[in-house]
């Protein structure tokens, strides 16, 4: 894993925009996995900026979003496709046709679920996915105790997340209790991996997934699986991790040897 440090929220969310530009700019047909919650937004106003005022091209760019609420219609008011319209495919030049977002409320999810992993094949596979991380260390919807090779499907929500999530609700009981995610095991096939974490409350866990033993009980720790992933925490999100200063001097010598 790639380990970078920066000062805030705001230098994490600029730097995991500006890693998505550079690969856009490589590839503009790129397959983009994407991940909603609030650690994200601020890399989505990045990458807006980016494309109102440096001509930053969606237009070849095909998505597919992590996980979405089971029985969420794609134009409920807290559903993760209404999400992602609202915090940045309204604003960017992308086109409909490749947005790829999971459906909550599709008949037969069982047969959705597998078509969803056939599309991503048929595209080439994700280019770069980007991830957040829940308190108990999940990615996507992989709670603990979910398969490391495990794939799209239908998951009952652990009772942390439910808690978690409720701020978006207006009281606990209206979050859902299943989702559609893609599986830890769809992840790993992802060619990059950019994980971005910010806040004290996100420290242990990093510490976890970065330094701890591999186990389905923290399902971020497959990433140490991946030989290409790249985590940007901030200060505070990086200060329970052992090895901070060899990351700093790493991100240092690798700065001063090849640029960013």
């Known amino acids: 894993m790639e380990i970078v440090i920066v000062a805030d929220y705001e230098k994490v969310s600029m730097l995991a925009a500006q890693i998505i530009s550079e690969e856009l700019k490589k590839r503009p047909n790129l397959v983009l996995g994407l991940a909603t919650g609030e650690t994200p937004l601020g890399t989505y106003r ?23 609420y089971v029985g969420f219609s794609l134009d409920h008011p807290s559903s993760y496709n209404y999400f992602m319209w609202d915090t940045l495919f309204n604003h960017i030049n992308v086109n409909p046709s490749r947005v790829n977002i999971p459906k909550g ?9 597998s078509q969803y992993e056939e599309k991503i094949k048929q595209s080439g596979g994700i280019d770069i996915q980007l991830l957040g991380i829940g308190s108990d260390g999940h990615i996507a919807f992989n709670e603990p105790g979910s398969s490391l090779a495990s794939r799209t499907r239908v998951t009952a929500l652990d009772r942390q997340t439910i808690a978690d999530n409720s701020r978006f609700f207006s009281k606990e009981e209206d979050v859902p209790r299943f989702a559609i995610t893609m599986g830890v095991g769809t992840i790993l096939e992802a060619k990059r991996i950019l994980l971005i974490a910010s806040g004290k409350k996100k420290a242990g866990v990093c510490a976890q997934f970065i330094e701890g033993p591999i186990t389905s009980q ?43």
């Open 105 to 113: 409320d599709a008949s037969h999810l069982d047969t959705y679920c």
């Open 46 to 68: 990045e990458l807006t900026r980016l494309h109102r005022e440096e001509g930053l091209d969606f237009s070849g760019v095909t998505t597919f979003n992590l996980d979405e």
């Open 218 to 260: 923290i399902t971020a720790t497959a990433l140490q699986l991946h030989p290409a992933v790249t985590v940007v925490l901030d200060v505070e999100a990086s200060s329970k991790l052992k090895r901070q200063d060899f990351y700093r001097w790493a991100m240092k010598a690798r700065e001063e040897q090849f640029g960013r």
